[in-house]
């Protein structure tokens, strides 16, 4: 009975581990630099892909903006086409009307003129039936009566003249009534046609001026909504930049992080730094492998590379090209993690894109001495150094140097 119970309490432990065994996986790949290394990779094609579906909107949507913004600069040419056409029209009209003005000024005069000649006219036909009255009652003196009734030669003259002042008034009337009547009936004929006239005309040029208005205020409504569009694209552009940018910020510290596992993945193998490789001139090649990308080098970002590019696999070991004081280790916008190294007063080495930093700011290094791991942090398409030599601060060629 007690070899029973001893053998159950060791038994019991076992099945315990057995069961947790089987339960509880062996140990998650995620947590080896293996798991961690192929997870982050997966995550950096993600967040690339995400970030090229981000430039490939940016792009239409640029180009959506620039054909809006086409639209209503010809839409506005049409516009202030219309808006000079409008300004003829209604400088017309604006004379039509002070001539419309001035015709009915005019009207106003010769209807006050008409009515004076109507009064004269209705005076003279006043004048006219009186002396008519008067010769149909009177007999029409002959020159026998005026001869004999005269006293003298004086009086016959002056019965003479009396008679032809008579004549010549009766004259006047007639001639006064015809010509008031005359002009009356033409004047007012003339004043009818100019007022008709007049009207006609202000109210064509209104009608025009107010055809060019509306079609105006239509192009100023489509330019409205072309702009809004055009705000809302402007609006989405903006939205999907940000959005990129934060993608590429988080490219950047995924690329890091994988440069770091990879680094401890190729450091852990011993990755050699190789045998120093010396040139004519006065430093060594900081690691050994092809130039990729040469100095000067024109690219779609840049017009000048300002170093050269050295290709190694990520962790190879980094030599200082010469000794000196480290006066930069840190990490630098593009160049990720950067080191630059002074080795006179105007003469200094710096080395880009490495995933393992060695050396710290103000120490002091001897050449050949490893100061970093290479890698392709910061802004780099893939694992190698970024090599420059800078002479007071300005970057020259290093072939020059090796």
Same mark, same amino acid.
């Given at each position: 009975m007690r070899l029973r119970h001893a053998m159950a309490g060791a038994v019991l432990p076992l099945v315990f581990?057995?069961?947790?065994?089987?339960?509880?996986?062996?140990?998650?790949? =995620?947590?080896?630099?293996?798991?961690?290394? =192929?997870?982050?990779?997966?995550?950096?094609?993600?967040?690339?892909?995400?970030?090229?579906?981000?430039?490939?909107?940016?792009?239409? *949507?640029?180009?959506? !903006?620039?054909?809006?913004?086409?639209?209503?600069r010809r839409l506005q040419g049409s516009i202030s086409t219309l808006q000079a056409r409008e300004g003829k029209i209604q400088a017309d009209l604006d004379a039509?009307?002070? /001539?419309?003005?001035?015709?009915?000024?005019?009207?106003?005069?010769?209807? $006050?003129? *008409?009515?004076?000649?109507?009064a004269r006219l209705v005076q003279g036909r006043a004048i006219l039936a009186r002396?008519? $009255?008067?010769?149909?009652? $009177?007999?029409?003196?002959? *020159?026998?009566?005026?001869?004999?009734?005269?006293?003298?030669?004086?009086?016959l003259i002056e019965r003479g003249e009396f008679l032809g002042r008579i004549q010549d008034q009766d004259n006047q009337v007639i001639?006064?009534?015809?010509?008031?009547?005359?002009?009356?009936?033409?004047?007012?004929?003339?004043?009818?046609?100019l007022e008709a006239r007049q009207q006609t005309l202000t109210a064509l040029v209104q009608t025009r001026r107010d055809q060019v208005a509306q079609i105006k205020d239509q192009l100023i409504g489509t330019r409205v909504g072309y702009e809004q569009t055009r705000a809302g694209k402007a609006k989405a552009l903006t939205q999907v930049r940000t959005q990129r940018k934060?993608?590429?910020?988080?490219?950047? /510290?995924?690329?890091?992080?994988?440069?770091?596992?990879?680094?401890?993945?190729?450091?852990?193998?011993?990755?050699?730094?190789?045998?120093?490789?010396g040139g004519s001139g006065r430093f060594i090649w900081p690691v050994n492998g092809p130039i990729t990308a040469p100095f000067c080098e024109r690219r779609a970002w840049e017009a000048c590379?300002?170093?050269?590019? !050295?290709?190694?696999?990520?962790?190879?070991?980094?030599?200082?090209?010469?000794?000196?004081?480290?006066?930069?280790?840190?990490?630098?916008?593009?160049?990720?993690?950067?080191?630059?190294?002074?080795h006179t007063a105007s003469l200094s080495t710096c080395y880009g894109h490495q995933?393992?930093?060695?050396?710290?700011?103000?120490?002091?290094?001897?050449q050949g001495q490893i100061i970093g791991l290479s890698g392709s942090t910061g802004h780099s398409t893939g694992p190698h150094l970024h090599f420059e030599v800078r002479i007071n601060g $300005?970057?020259?060629?290093?072939?020059?140097y090796l």
């Open positions: 581990c057995a069961l947790l065994w089987l339960v509880l996986p062996l140990g998650s790949e =995620a947590t080896t630099p293996q798991g961690r290394a =192929a997870s982050l990779q997966q995550k950096i094609q993600k967040t690339k892909t995400k970030i090229g579906a981000r430039k490939g909107t940016e792009h239409v *949507l640029s180009t959506d !903006i620039q054909r809006w913004s086409s639209k209503i039509r009307r002070a /001539e419309l003005t001035q015709t009915q000024s005019d009207l106003r005069s010769e209807r $006050a003129r *008409l009515a004076r000649l109507k002396r008519l $009255a008067e010769l149909y009652e $009177a007999d029409k003196p002959d *020159l026998v009566s005026v001869v004999l009734n005269s006293n003298g030669f004086a009086d001639t006064l009534v015809r010509s008031a009547k005359k002009d009356a009936t033409s004047t007012a004929a003339r004043l009818d046609t934060s993608l590429e910020t988080h490219l950047d /510290e995924l690329q890091k992080e994988s440069d770091k596992v990879q680094a401890q993945l190729q450091g852990g193998a011993g990755l050699p730094a190789g045998p120093i490789h590379h300002p170093g050269m590019d !050295i290709g190694v696999p990520t962790g190879t070991p980094i030599r200082a090209a010469d000794g000196g004081r480290v006066a930069i280790a840190g990490w630098e916008g593009g160049y990720g993690n950067y080191t630059c190294i002074q995933s393992v930093l060695k050396v710290h700011v103000g120490e002091q290094v001897r $300005a970057v020259t060629n290093p072939m020059n």
